[in-house]
């Protein structure tokens, strides 16, 4: 077997990209432990093997990544295919084949879901975020939505609260006008290269794919639900959260956020291991771990039933 | 005002670098709000909620902004401003480049335990201060994260707490709390604490006011404390065993720089006293402080430990022990500072009551049982007996002592060693009082008290005698002032400003107690 001396990993989605014939795509953003290359449909994250994965990431080891970084140059040309990822500026390159996958859908069939366990964890994480010191983005909504406390009224909190109340109503009553409506008002709103809203968005399309078949009080899944938050939000966003925003609606999320959806199947007596993996998930971009939390604890919620 | 903006197309921050470059731009002068976002379309109508659109800019622009542009919107008082500010944006972004920045995660704020413990891989102490009842769960992660607890929030359960102590126990761990308000640990202060000397006296108290007496008393005497360890209000109840004071007596104990020990707390339940006493009997002298408690029930189990009736008390013995001069804590020659037969003299026949007014509950307990014992019954929101209870809506009932501090007086607001406002409501309802004798505040200094409290209660105080004086009446206050002189707000700053306004400042608490209660018996013997 053949393994690519600096591949660490990579996610399956991403595989087909490699397979393909050979295509050009360019640098779209630098981190100093990730680099975004964007293609004409999709984007492709290297980061760090010190960085946990995402749903379109090939992982390399550190000490490559911090040696490429500073040559980087967002424009630059990349080569994808045949199996090969080929930076020539750099003269760097490297290749899949032999280097183990990573599946970002978490295997949620493997477990006994539990509706009011997850109804009680879901209750107490949102607490536990509410007491969050430091709330950017749409997290400081956990409190209204979930809580029955007052909303703290800023022009973004005015904006994003009706339209995630009626996201979690369309969710419950499979209102697909109604949802489309509520993800026209959220795609794009908010601060960051993937925006508040979108990562909102994200969290709740993922837990209606991955759960709302085992979930919600009806039994009835949700699928659709999740595909049309994909479409809908994807010409009114950024290049990067409409990628992420499909593998969501395809119940591929980031590393954390499967870890932590899975630990929901743990008696209730265990929540500090759940909110151990909820903190984890908190460190996820800059302020997209919290958004994207509360986006799975708003669609755990809409499964639960009639709220308002 | 006027609206200005730039769009960087195609390019790419995150939200944390936008929201640090918005903060440092909208300090500039003349700079009213800033948005700083994706141009998607939701951003556009956010800009236009919040009356951000940069209208001219717009539809200047030959291509529309797309939603992989960043955009940077201005408003400020004029042109010059909002260039400025534009130009400041853009600077700093290019500083911080996203490049430049550490990491995705590296340039976030702590968030969590996790993300504090990576920050600083030395830290090993986690102060807790969250709402609610979850409390528990942060402390449980930080014990398990290998971490000491310093748990200043209430409404713990008691099963966890116990839970909880038993953890650190196990782990060699300390569980200072919940509701702890006070300690020192290593030389730094923690909660309401005072600024001390490092030096041989280790405490270990279940009390926070108790514990920050004993440690100004000592101070004043010119000593130090090794480690001040609070256990929280509980630990001495029956359920919860003593856990802590035990675990904080056997580190203590083995600290090479104790050399004195000193344990304080309310009353314990009496199985869980015998149990401290017992493990109390060691080589270094251990002095015990249990206010209120009936010292005959413990003379058969002292040993060697040297029992305390007060917090004064408490800290003389320890400075003794400690080889220091008692004589330096004003204790009861401290009475012979004021002129209080004189004072006596002017009270009218109706002036027959002391109201003491405390947001210290340790030092209202102890000054409860202080005047109890000379002058009877001393009616209470936290009676020392039962028929001693305020009924609802009563504010005074001849002799009367109120904690401030207390739940039904803090809930809401903050508490009034931080706010003074609501003892300052109670001292002017207590001046107005002809039947009142003598009022009595406690003032607590150091870390997280108000900043200058003598800058508040010396025109109150003023204001308060003057009205009685309109009423024909004098009305001598006595403070117990609690602090050191390392303290922010400095002890005799404040007791100068305080005797100016025409107040008895007493630094002992045992002592303001004693005084107020020679002001009202009818006997002034002085000490």
């Known amino acids: 077997m053949t393994v690519s001396p600096i591949v660490v990993d990579y996610s399956r989605p991403i595989k087909g990209l490699f397979l393909q014939r050979?295509?050009?795509?360019?640098?779209?953003?630098?981190?100093?432990?990730?680099?975004?290359?964007a293609?004409?449909?999709?984007?492709?994250?290297?980061?760090?093997?010190?960085?946990?994965?995402?749903?379109?990431?090939?992982?390399?080891?550190s000490v490559v990544i911090s040696k490429l970084l500073p040559n980087l140059e967002p424009g630059m040309e990349v080569c994808v295919g045949n199996d090969t990822f080929i930076l020539s500026p750099c003269n760097f390159s490297f290749y899949l084949c032999g280097t183990p996958a990573w599946e970002p859908r978490p295997d949620v069939t493997a477990y006994d879901w539990d509706r009011e366990t997850v109804a009680l964890h879901t209750r107490l994480l949102a607490q536990s975020l509410a007491n969050k010191q430091s709330q950017v983005g749409l997290v400081p909504l956990v409190e209204p939505l979930l809580l029955q406390k007052p909303i703290q009224a800023t022009p973004l909190s005015e904006l994003a609260m009706p339209k995630l109340q009626m996201l979690i109503q369309a969710a419950w009553h499979k209102n697909n006008a109604g949802i489309e409506e509520a993800t026209r008002g959220l795609a794009g709103l908010g601060p960051g290269l993937t925006p508040s809203g979108d990562d909102v968005l994200g969290g709740f399309a993922a837990v209606i794919s991955l759960l709302s078949s085992v979930l919600s009080r009806d039994s009835i899944p949700r699928s659709d639900v999740a595909s049309i938050i994909s479409t809908v939000a994807k010409p009114r966003t950024t290049k990067l959260s409409g990628v992420l925003l499909e593998h969501a609606s395809r119940g591929e999320i980031a590393e954390q956020f499967g870890s932590l959806l899975l630990t929901l199947v743990l008696p209730a007596a265990d929540f500090q291991t759940v909110r151990e993996a909820a903190d984890r998930a908190l460190t996820f971009g800059a302020s997209s771990g919290g958004d994207t939390l509360l986006g799975i604890l708003l669609a755990l919620r809409a499964l639960e039933g009639e709220i308002y | 005002?006027?609206?200005?903006?730039?769009?960087?197309?195609?390019?790419?921050?995150?939200?944390?670098?936008?929201?640090?470059?918005?903060?440092?731009?909208?300090?500039?002068?003349?700079?009213?709000?800033?948005?700083?976002?994706?141009?998607?379309?939701?951003?556009?109508?956010?800009?236009?909620?919040?009356?951000?659109?940069?209208?001219?800019?717009?539809?200047?622009?030959?291509?529309?902004?797309?939603?992989?542009?960043?955009?940077?919107?201005?408003?400020?008082?004029?042109?010059?401003?909002?260039?400025?500010?534009?130009?400041?944006?853009?600077?700093?972004?290019?500083?911080?480049?996203?490049?430049?920045?550490?990491?995705?995660?590296e340039e976030m704020p702590?968030?969590?335990?996790?993300?504090?413990?990576?920050?600083?891989?030395?830290?090993?102490?986690?102060?807790?201060?969250?709402?609610?009842?979850?409390?528990?769960?942060?402390?449980?992660?930080?014990?398990?994260?290998?971490?000491?607890?310093?748990?200043?929030?209430?409404?713990?359960?008691?099963?966890q707490e116990k839970r909880l102590k038993n953890l650190a126990v196990k782990k060699g761990l300390l569980l200072m709390g919940p509701d702890c308000?006070?300690?020192?640990?290593?030389?730094?202060?923690?909660?309401?604490?005072?600024?001390?000397?490092?030096?041989?006296?280790?405490?270990?108290?279940?009390?926070?006011?108790?514990?920050?007496?004993i440690i100004s008393l000592i101070a004043t005497a010119g000593m130090g404390i090794s480690q001040a360890i609070g256990t929280g209000g509980r630990d001495l109840s029956e359920t919860i065993g003593g856990i802590m004071m035990r675990h904080g007596l056997e580190l203590l104990a083995t600290d090479e720089q104790t050399k004195v020990i000193v344990l304080v707390s309310k009353p314990p339940a009496e199985s869980v006293a015998r149990e401290i006493l017992a493990a109390a009997q060691i080589t270094k002298p251990v002095i015990i402080v249990f206010l209120g408690?009936?010292?005959?029930?413990?003379?058969?189990?002292?040993?060697?430990?040297?029992?305390?009736?007060?917090?004064?008390?408490?800290?003389?013995?320890?400075?003794?022990?400690?080889?220091?001069?008692?004589?330096?804590?004003?204790?009861?020659?401290?009475?012979?500072?004021?002129?209080?037969?004189?004072?006596?003299?002017q009270l009218k026949p109706s002036q027959l009551y002391i109201r003491a007014i405390y947001s210290g509950g340790t030092l209202c307990d102890e000054a409860m049982i202080l005047l109890s014992e000379q002058i009877g019954p001393i009616a209470s929101n936290i009676p020392l007996q039962p028929e001693w209870t305020l009924a609802k809506g009563e504010t005074f009932r001849g002799h009367t002592a109120l904690d401030l501090g207390s739940d039904e007086f803090t809930r809401g607001r903050p508490h009034p060693m931080i706010d003074p406002t609501i003892s300052l409501q109670y001292l002017a309802k207590a001046a107005e009082d002809p039947e009142t004798a003598v009022i009595m505040l406690d003032?607590?200094?150091?870390?997280?008290?108000?900043?200058?409290?003598?800058?508040?209660?010396?025109?109150?105080?003023?204001?308060?005698?003057?009205?009685?004086?309109?009423?024909?009446?004098?009305?001598p206050i006595i403070v117990s002032l609690c602090g050191t002189e390392g303290d922010p707000q400095r002890l005799s700053m404040q007791r100068t400003a305080l005797e100016a306004a025409g107040a008895m400042v007493f630094e002992s608490n045992e002592m303001a107690a004693r005084a107020a209660a020679l002001l009202v018996s009818g006997t002034i013997n002085r000490a």
């Open chain 2, 181 to 213: 308000g006070t300690a020192i640990i290593n030389g730094i202060g923690l909660g309401f604490s005072n600024v001390v000397p490092r030096g041989s006296i280790g405490i270990v108290g279940a009390s926070g006011t108790g514990m920050q007496q």
């Open chain 2, 443 to 475: 003032i607590v200094l150091g870390f997280c008290a108000q900043q200058n409290p003598a800058s508040v209660y010396s025109p109150a105080i003023i204001q308060a005698k003057e009205k009685a004086k309109v009423a024909g009446r004098t009305l």
């Open chain 1, 39 to 61: 293609f004409e449909e999709t984007m492709l994250a290297l980061l760090s093997d010190e960085l946990p994965r995402l749903p379109n990431s090939v992982r390399l080891y």
């Open chain 2, 110 to 159: 702590v968030r969590s335990l996790e993300i504090a413990s990576k920050r600083d891989e030395k830290a090993n102490l986690v102060v807790i201060s969250v709402a609610g009842e979850h409390a528990w769960l942060e402390a449980e992660q930080a014990l398990r994260y290998g971490m000491h607890v310093f748990l200043f929030s209430d409404n713990v359960p008691v099963e």
């Open chain 2, 1 to 105: 005002m006027v609206i200005r903006a730039l769009l960087k197309r195609n390019t790419y921050y995150d939200s944390i670098t936008l929201m640090l470059v918005a903060q440092a731009v909208k300090d500039l002068p003349g700079v009213d709000d800033i948005g700083a976002l994706m141009a998607t379309e939701a951003n556009l109508e956010l800009l236009r909620n919040a009356n951000l659109t940069p209208t001219t800019f717009l539809d200047e622009l030959q291509t529309p902004p797309v939603s992989d542009d960043l955009m940077i919107v201005v408003r400020a008082s004029n042109d010059v401003y909002a260039e400025a500010a534009l130009a400041a944006a853009e600077e700093k972004l290019a500083s911080r480049g996203n490049r430049s920045s550490t990491s995705f995660s």
């Open chain 2, 293 to 345: 408690a009936d010292q005959k029930s413990f003379a058969s189990r002292t040993g060697s430990v040297h029992m305390a009736k007060t917090l004064t008390e408490g800290a003389e013995l320890a400075v003794t022990l400690a080889g220091g001069d008692q004589s330096r804590i004003s204790g009861k020659h401290s009475l012979n500072k004021y002129d209080l037969s004189k004072e006596q003299a």
């Open chain 1, 22 to 37: 050979p295509r050009i795509g360019t640098i779209h953003s630098v981190f100093k432990k990730a680099i975004n290359i």
